[in-house]
């Protein structure tokens, strides 16, 4: 049993998705069982990081075929740790969902979907074959796509057509790579096919492939010029759909892009140099394109994107630091990007609002409230010791170490600005005496919620909250995973071992 | 020392859950707090005056190489007593201050963050904590600048301040970061015998820029210095801490603290000078200028500090001595000035210093305080200023053929701070009292007694300097690399060149005082050139890149589909095409090994083709969906001929629902509008075969690449054998491949759920939860 412990996230979100599927109408029922459900995913998630810390790259071989036959699903440290970090957010978004998204919408299907989202996104971390992969990205677009249109508003839907035309476009892309991948090799198994791809003698068409990939994750990753689909959508759904998109959506491609670079492809010159011109260029759009937005939803758009731009430079420097700096960033981003957008939807709720020169008042009304919001913000800006510090040791050194000054430069100014950002945010949201707003006649203010909403709704970030300052002041923890996640990556052996020798024991 | 650091931070912590009981009567208990780590960092005076250096350790992210070791030499020692000391009657002053006020817990929430924050950054060992401590100082005084943040001019000052001593931050981070890499260790005590090593290698110019951005950021030196006179909005006992005596002398420490590492090189001393020489004089200049007593104060502190910076750059065992006496006088008499300032300030409700005069027929001893630190200030003796001033003058007459210059910009500063601590000190309480300030009195005791304190020690050690020479002074000097044998603190020196040079400064400043009253149509006068000061010119750049970043992001993020997805491919083309004509493999396609083509495919592909120019030429959206399904199931009948029914079966109901879905979606887009012109279309055109072509050369070429067949040739072997099915697409679908087949039928169920909402879920305007 034990041994199929890294297929048992994907069992349970599936399960839990169809059962919620029979209790349709059914809100309450559908909260008490997408939180238990959370709940018990994150004990799970926990337990197998812990089970892969201790014994190493766990594999599962799909129906039993040996790979490189059938589908392998491989949980080593970075798989184990991004479920565990999805299930973390999981659980938050769906108590704050629970806490906000009004009931029509769950009455269609939100919650359902919800942990098909959860599940397609397991499955990209747990995967080890490309088109399996491809087939996980489809089933997180899908339900990324029915999520954004979930109440068919106006702004939603155009904003969802805009995701769904570029992030198919992606997955067109990214199939059409797997396909030159497969012509090449005739291998769909990741293990496999790093020593295959090694093998084949047209280097061109290798690299070629390696570029299609390189913009299909691309586009989903987020960065610069591939963006578009990020500032037109991640505003219009409801707040606890943002959070779920905002830390997890464009990790995958993040996350894709690391696995295919360290596994599959080496990175040469022309790759490096892309990768580390396109770092550059997201962290230099995202951040001024943060300045000018007014709407704080937009602003932690491009905040989004600006911060790809640092895992992306830890990508493209390829040492064992960068990559560990890439891996931890990673780890904060999902933790505190997923909160920003909860905050965000609290003060909404608070104010009807997202337009921050009308919004104020809020240090001086909820103190408390303010108090627990720092956490994030200052998290996000990386003030020392919070958890966006630690990996910027990792990435400046790096760039010493590899004499890469342009990048280095970027990597301040982005920090620089996202100071900036937030310190303005501040001020504006939560320390200016606001406008006055009119009353919303049937707006779900905060204060008309239940208690219990309002639970569901602050105890996520509270949660998120505290996990954050664990990350950055037990930072050697975290650093020592992400040493080990970069190691295994860099040094891809005992993946391969695992996933090909496993079959013949 | 952990816990005397922590003890700020714990302080704070405890405010934010019991800060209501403590905003009354209780108030003032917080000043234990600062005063109980008084006495405990006092208790080292002995210990380290006789060399000792005491160190603690704990590990925190040994990973990076980042730990908390502090010690405490007497560079950290004189800091530990001024934040502590200093923070003590500041902290008991505030209790008067600011009594009643609705967030006095907040304040000294802050205030005992800062005091921790700056306690660890002085005693830090390791670079990267100091710089963790560095920036939360720099934090804190955000939040306190920003007190009172519904007034949009003090949210302003904060947020520039932090912008400007932020950036100087990331600056340090990088440069400690470079050091740390050069040195191999992040311990300041380790890389000061690594300074030879660290002096020659290629990256120590690197180095010292990136720790100057810091330092004259911090501790605002031209061109970096506005910030501080915008800081000035913060409430008086902020400025007075914060803003004069500690947190803006953390540049000053830093510079003190790596003069052992990376001093001595001509790169480093002649800029000090150059940057310490323009901040003190320009700066001192500035305060002519100035009505309001804390500009005054804000701009005579900048000068301090660039004195400060100056005398580090000259970088003598005398220059290094004069700097710490000076940053001891400095916190003495600015201190007090500024609590004098606040006085005036609470009691008269204005510090504009041309109404203001008379003040010591209704309180003396405020007058008295005033007296002795503006007299401290214009190095009168017998204070300790004149002693201070004195070893200026001592250190840069030693200076060679610079000599005569440097003295004469010391004395022209010398004499506009002792114009400005006039100014400060004693305008407000000499002369007439006016009518309306006739009605005002006392503050208590706690709000005068701190300033009279801090003038009485200043007279004190200025007559018995011995009481700092030994204990503090020499340990400093000795912290900073030099012998300490040198230079003996003395009041008086006999008759000598130094002695004259103080008397015409005192003489001159006497006779500025005299002769130049403030006025407000100098002030005004000035404001003419402020569009050629530093803090305009950064703020149009600032300004110019907000109007840059808003041209860009438009430019980029412009609300077209269209021209995002043409970017996207576009980049694609130009990238992969790159790749495929330049690479080391020149481009070959083997066009024999390609079957010929059947009449179905062709019929097929005529389909397709037809289809394609159909979307191109249609006319609305509608008909272009329905063309493009057409395509689709083209493409399925493709995978029938080449005998893949299930598959084109499951493209077959994936293409309907696209369709559905896609003309659901549009229903709710405004109609059909021809909007892209003639030349916007041959360009996508263009990019369009561009692409088209560029994919179909890579697939030829692929087809005529070698292919490994292991796997392909397991499924055709050992599908009957082993999966027992005929069918070896089938079985590839159900059994090899089944966890595709069972995430795609999911695929599938949430199409359907998302079609049936868009069908059925129609928010109206009042439930929605967005309302943008």
């Known amino acids: ?505 | 020392m952990l816990t005397a650091i922590l003890s700020g931070f714990f302080f704070s912590l405890f405010l934010v859950f019991a800060g209501k009981f403590f905003k009354g009567k209780l108030a003032v208990l917080s000043a234990l707090v600062p005063l109980g780590l008084f006495v405990y960092f006092a208790s080292f005076i002995k210990r380290v005056s006789e060399g000792e250096i005491i160190t603690q350790q704990y590990e925190w992210v040994p990973s990076f190489g980042v730990n908390l070791n502090f010690t405490l030499d007497g560079l950290s020692l004189l800091f530990s007593l001024l934040i502590t000391g200093i923070g003590f009657l500041v902290f008991a002053y505030t209790a008067e201050y600011l009594k009643g006020h609705k967030y006095l817990d907040r304040f000294y929430g802050y205030l005992g963050m800062f005091m921790g924050a700056m306690l660890g950054l002085v005693l830090s060992d390791n670079l990267i904590s100091l710089f963790v401590f560095w920036e939360l100082t720099s934090i804190s005084s955000f939040f306190l600048i920003g007190f009172n943040n519904t007034s949009q001019a003090s949210r302003r000052s904060a947020i520039l301040a932090l912008a400007v001593t932020g950036s100087g931050g990331f600056l340090f981070l990088a440069g400690s970061l470079l050091l740390g890499g050069v040195a191999g260790t992040y311990s300041i005590t380790e890389m000061v015998n690594l300074s030879p090593e660290i002096i020659g290698s290629p990256f120590y110019l690197w180095i010292v820029i990136l720790l100057f951005g810091a330092a004259f950021t911090k501790s605002a030196q031209f061109p970096f210095h506005f910030w501080l006179p915008g800081a000035m909005k913060a409430p008086t006992p902020v400025s007075t801490y914060l803003h004069s005596a500690t947190m803006v002398k953390a540049g000053i420490y830093l510079l003190l603290r790596f003069t052992p590492v990376l001093g001595g090189e001509e790169i480093w001393n002649t800029t000090l000078i150059i940057i310490g020489g323009i901040t003190m004089f320009y700066s001192a200049v500035h305060t002519l200028f100035r009505t309001d007593l804390k500009g005054v104060l804000a701009y005579s502190t900048i000068s301090v500090l660039g004195i400060l910076v100056f005398l580090i750059g000259l970088g003598t065992e005398y220059a290094l001595t004069a700097a710490a006496v000076y940053i001891v006088v400095h916190a003495l008499y600015k201190a007090t000035l500024f609590l004098v300032t606040g006085i005036i300030d609470h009691e008269t409700g204005t510090r504009d210093v041309t109404v203001l005069s008379g003040l010591r027929k209704v309180m003396m001893p405020v007058a008295i305080a005033g007296f002795l630190a503006a007299i401290s200030s214009a190095g009168m003796p017998p204070t300790i200023g004149f002693v201070g001033k004195d070893l200026v003058y001592e250190s840069t007459l030693h200076m060679g053929d610079w000599s005569t210059v440097l003295t004469i910009l010391a004395i022209s500063t010398n004499v506009l701070v002792l114009y400005a601590g006039f100014v400060a000190g004693i305008k407000p309480f000499t002369g007439r009292l006016p009518e309306r300030h006739s009605k005002v009195h006392m503050p208590g005791f706690l709000m005068w007694l701190p300033p009279m304190i801090l003038a009485l020690l200043g007279l004190i050690i200025g007559i018995y300097p011995a009481f700092i020479d030994g204990p503090i002074v020499k340990g400093v000097v000795k912290a900073v690399g030099m012998a300490g044998e040198e230079v003996h603190l003395k009041l008086w020196h006999g008759f000598n060149f130094i002695l004259l040079l103080s008397a015409i400064t005192l003489t001159l400043g006497i006779l500025l005082y005299f002769l130049l009253k403030p006025s407000k149509k100098r002030e005004k006068a000035i404001a003419k050139f402020d569009f050629i000061a530093p803090k305009e010119l950064i703020l149009k750049f600032g300004s110019g890149v907000w109007h840059f970043s808003n041209l860009w992001t438009r430019v980029f993020q412009n609300g077209f589909l269209r021209n995002y997805v043409s970017t996207i491919i576009l980049f694609l083309v130009v990238l992969v095409g790159y790749s495929l004509f330049n690479g080391e493999q020149e481009f070959y396609i083997d066009f024999s090994s390609f079957s010929r083509m059947t009449y179905y495919e062709m019929i097929l592909m005529g389909i397709m083709f037809l289809s394609v120019l159909f979307v191109v030429g249609a006319r609305s959206r509608l008909t272009a969906v329905v063309a493009m399904g057409v395509v689709g199931y083209a493409i399925c009948l493709m995978f029938v001929i080449y005998s893949a029914p299930d598959l084109a079966m499951t493209q077959f109901s994936i293409d309907t629902l696209t369709v559905i879905l896609f003309v659901l979606v549009l229903s709710s887009l405004p109609k059909y509008l021809s909007i892209s012109d003639y030349k916007m279309r041959i360009i996508d055109g263009v990019l369009s075969i561009g692409f088209g072509l560029l994919i179909t050369l890579i697939s030829l070429e692929v087809l005529s690449e070698p292919v490994n067949k292991d796997v392909s040739n397991f499924y055709a072997d050992n599908a009957y054998i082993l999966a027992k099915g005929k069918n070896v697409v089938n079985v590839i679908l159900v059994d090899f491949r089944g966890s595709d087949t069972l995430i795609e039928i999911s695929v599938l169920t949430v199409a359907a759920l998302g079609v049936f909402s868009l069908l059925k879920l129609r928010l109206k305007r009042d439930d929605r939860e967005l309302k943008d």
């Open chain 1, 1 to 505: 049993m034990i041994e199929q412990l890294l297929i048992y996230p994907l069992l349970l979100q599936m399960a839990l998705a169809i059962i919620l599927m029979f209790a349709w109408n059914n809100t309450s029922t559908q909260k008490f069982i997408s939180i238990s459900g959370s709940t018990l995913n994150l004990a799970l998630a926990v337990y197998l990081l812990m089970y892969v810390w201790q014994n190493g790259t766990q594999t599962v071989q799909a129906g039993n075929w040996e790979a490189p036959f059938g589908i392998t699903f491989v949980a080593d440290t970075f798989s184990a740790t991004l479920v565990l970090l999805t299930a973390i957010a999981g659980l938050a978004v769906s108590s704050f969902s629970s806490g906000s998204v009004i009931p029509p919408r769950l009455k269609f299907g939100y919650f359902p979907i919800f942990h098909f989202l959860l599940l397609g996104l397991n499955g990209a971390f747990l995967t080890g074959d490309i088109f399996n992969l491809y087939v996980w990205f489809e089933i997180i677009i899908i339900t990324s796509f029915v999520l954004l249109t979930i109440g068919g508003e106006k702004a939603q839907l155009e904003g969802a057509v805009k995701y769904f035309t570029l992030n198919i476009l992606a997955s067109v892309i990214f199939l059409t790579a797997i396909a030159v991948l497969y012509g090449l090799t005739g291998s769909l198994n990741m293990a496999d096919l790093a020593a295959q791809v090694a093998a084949v003698e047209n280097r061109t068409l290798v690299q070629v492939n390696a570029l299609l990939f390189l913009v299909g994750f691309g586009i989903k990753a987020a960065v610069f010029p591939l963006y578009f689909w990020l500032p037109a959508s991640y505003h219009t759904p409801p707040s606890a759909v943002s959070s779920i998109f905002g830390g997890l959506l464009t990790k995958v491609g993040v996350y894709a892009l690391i696995r295919v670079f360290t596994l599959i492809f080496e990175l040469d010159n022309l790759l490096e140099n892309v990768l580390l011109v396109i770092a550059v260029l997201t962290l230099f759009s995202g951040a001024i394109g943060a300045i000018v937005q007014n709407n704080i939803r937009k602003i932690f758009s491009y905040l989004v994107i600006c911060h790809i731009g640092y895992m992306i430079a830890g990508l493209g420097m390829m040492t064992e630091v960068a990559i560990a700096g890439a891996v931890f960033y990673l780890i904060h981003d999902i933790i505190v990007k997923t909160n920003l957008f909860m905050v965000s939807g609290v003060i909404y709720k608070l104010k009807a609002n997202h337009n921050i020169k009308k919004l104020g008042d809020i240090y001086a009304d909820f103190p408390k409230m303010s108090l627990l919001f720092v956490i994030p913000l200052f998290s996000l800006v990386g003030i020392p010791p919070l958890s966006g510090f630690w990996p910027k040791l990792s990435l400046i050194g790096a760039g010493w170490d590899t004499e890469n000054y342009v990048v280095i430069g970027s990597i301040l100014f982005a920090s620089f600005v996202t100071l900036f950002v937030i310190v303005k945010l501040w001020g504006e949201v939560f320390w200016k005496n606001g406008e006055k707003l009119p009353e919303l006649r049937n707006f779900p203010y905060f204060k008309t919620l239940t208690s219990v909403q309002k639970v569901q709704m602050v105890a996520p970030i509270v949660f998120l909250g505290l996990v954050s300052l664990y990350i950055g002041f037990a930072a050697e923890n975290i650093q020592q995973l992400a040493s080990r996640i970069a190691f295994e990556l860099l040094d891809n052996q005992e993946y391969i071992d695992a996933v090909l020798n496993s079959a013949k024991k």
